[in-house]
């Protein structure tokens, strides 16, 4: 699983949300954003954050931590984005992620700070 994880964590750090959604969302993910229910499948997610990916004009994502224990991994990146509207939006987020085979089942996100 460590490999799939390593490459979700590349695919977040350049930015293609969308395409790693399609490769490692299960069809029937549960997604929650600071405890409130976000997704409840794969294709709901991608068209959430759709309208989200297509605002940012420029982003600077770095890695900040990683863990990975059985079928879980917990990662914490750092976020910095400028919108097409030219507005900084920086944010540390934490996705707590379970899989199922090599497919995200759940996840998790928290912004920290």
Do not use: P
Request: aromatic share 10%; with cysteine; proline share 0%.
């Amino acid at each position: 699983m460590q490999h799939l994880v390593e490459d979700f964590i590349k695919m977040n750090i350049a930015g293609q949300v969308l395409t790693l959604c399609e490769k490692y969302y299960h069809d029937d993910v549960t997604m929650l954003s600071n405890g409130n229910l976000f997704a409840q499948s794969m294709r709901e997610a991608y068209d959430r954050q759709k309208g989200f990916v297509e605002s940012i004009a420029s982003f600077d994502i770095q890695l900040i931590s990683q863990q990975v224990t059985n079928n879980m991994s917990e990662l914490v990146f750092l976020y910095k984005m400028v919108g097409v509207d030219e507005t900084l939006n920086e944010f540390t987020g934490k996705h707590i992620q379970t899989w199922q085979g090599d497919k995200i089942i759940r996840e998790e996100y928290l912004t920290v700070c």
